[in-house]
């Protein structure tokens, strides 16, 4: 049976268990997923005979154009360096930007602070004018500015004690407002630095495109550079299925991390008897790394829910089975849009998996199912964290071979002793 007619068998079967119990649906659910499970094996020594027949007919062109491929690939993770620096400066600029509105808006009170001060002294010396005729007060009377009274400072002797403190207001507000003018100067030579600098990384990334551009564009040109990268793409596809089959052994030591984390915190905490503010703040992030604990040990119930799509609009390019590739691809509206997760769940993986294809999440919604979502910049998640249904969980665009508006969208099953990847329309109802 094809990998279309299982899932639409799988759908249909779907349908028709709506109406049966609990028990048999769970029963006639495993058979038809048992059966999904060898498709799968089926596809994996279809997928491994098809890279071993490209090798052989590339005979003496191989070498050669693994080394176009391995030249293509080294732009590609040139490209996703840039990318994050791209991202550090657009984050260090918003930072720059709001220091500089809040040094600003600081200069602005002090200013008014300033001015009103400048009021108060000038009522100061019209009464001391009037109380008194002195040359040294008609002197002092006379200044023009701040700055006038500070330089006389000869004349403060006819103040009143109360009359220097505001004097010496005066200067520290003077002071205050140098070293604040001093730090916007210093914030807008960053920012201007730091936009140059996100200027010459953005065409850097222009360039490394173009340069990748041109590479596919030669290995296209020839069907023996075709088949190459075909080739690499089912390898890739096959080490990413192989680290993700490695995901419990990586849970397990995640969960020993986290357990060393939460005892060396609560044995921190008991040393500041005598400060509480600290004792409780690391007991605070003691408790929170218990409560990622238990997120990544308690079980997963059954999902007594739906599922939703993990795009908005989004459109299928590549079905499950397609060039046997046991994702299925779905177009988004719009480049970078925002991936949902499908049904509620517990974050088991989320990592790069090359500059390639970007960054992949794994979610586990029960002790059978899980779901992965690869071509995604930096994840908004992490190992641990509960997610929600239809909760945002990255934006696509992290890859640089897969096109920025295209979600790889996996399924896999497990029954505590085999796993498999299966197509995730049917069994999503998507």
């Known amino acids: 049976m094809t990998a279309r007619l299982l899932a639409a068998s799988l759908a249909c079967l779907l349908v028709g268990l709506l109406a049966v119990a609990p028990a048999q649906v769970d029963s ?48 590609s993770a040139r490209i996703a360096e840039l990318a994050a620096e791209e991202r550090a400066l657009e984050a260090r600029i918003a930072e720059l930007e709001a220091e500089r509105a809040d040094t600003q808006a600081r200069i602005e009170t002090e200013q008014e602070d300033l001015a009103r001060l400048e009021g108060r002294i000038q009522t100061l010396l019209v009464s001391l004018h009037r109380q008194r ?24 002797s006819i103040l009143s004690q109360q009359h220097v403190a505001l004097v010496q207001e005066v200067n520290a507000r003077l002071s205050s407002l140098r070293d604040l003018r001093a730090d916007l100067e210093q914030q807008l030579a960053e920012l201007s630095a730091s936009r140059e600098e996100l ?40 080490r990413l299925e192989a680290e993700l089959a490695r995901t419990e052994e990586r849970l397990q030591a995640e969960i020993q991390r986290l357990r060393e984390e939460e005892a060396r915190l609560r044995e921190e905490a008991e040393a500041f008897v005598n400060d509480r503010q600290q004792r409780e703040a690391l007991e605070a992030e003691a408790d929170r790394t218990a409560e990622r604990i238990r ?52 974050v ?68 505590g002793t085999r796993e498999a990847f299966v197509d995730p329309l049917p069994l999503l109802g998507l």
Do not use: C, W
């Not at 850097?204 to 590479?215: G, H, K, M, V």
């Not at 934006?395 to 640089?400: A, I, Q, S």
């Open 28 to 75: 006639q659910l495993r058979e038809e997923l048992e059966r999904q499970a060898s498709e799968y094996q089926t596809l994996l020594e279809e997928r491994q005979a098809e890279i071993a027949r490209i090798e052989e007919a590339l005979g003496d062109t191989r070498g050669e154009l693994e080394a176009r491929i391995a030249e293509r690939d080294r732009v």
């Open 133 to 156: 005729q002195g040359r040294s007060v008609t002197a002092l009377a006379g200044a023009d500015s701040l700055h006038d009274v500070r330089v006389k400072n000869r004349y403060l």
């Open 199 to 238: 200027a010459a990384t953005r065409s850097a990334q222009e360039d490394a495109r173009a340069e990748l551009e041109s590479i596919i564009a030669q290995l296209n040109q020839s069907e023996e550079g075709q088949q190459a990268q075909r080739a690499e793409l089912m390898a890739a596809q096959q």
């Open 295 to 346: 997120a990544l040990t308690s079980p997963q119930e059954p999902n007594p829910s739906g599922f939703v799509g993990p795009l908005d609009g989004g459109t299928l390019v590549s079905e499950y089975g397609d060039g046997n590739n046991s994702f299925v691809a779905i177009r988004a509206e719009e480049e970078g849009a925002p991936v949902y997760v499908v049904q509620g769940g517990v």
């Open 348 to 415: 088991t993986a989320a990592q790069s998996i090359g500059a390639n294809d970007g960054f992949m999440v794994a979610v586990r919604h029960d002790e059978a199912l899980t779901t992965v979502y690869t071509n995604l910049t930096d994840p908004e998640v992490q190992v641990g964290d509960r997610v929600q249904r239809g909760q945002v969980i990255g934006y696509l665009g992290g890859g640089t071979l897969p096109p920025p508006d295209v979600l790889r969208l996996y399924a896999r099953l497990s029954d």
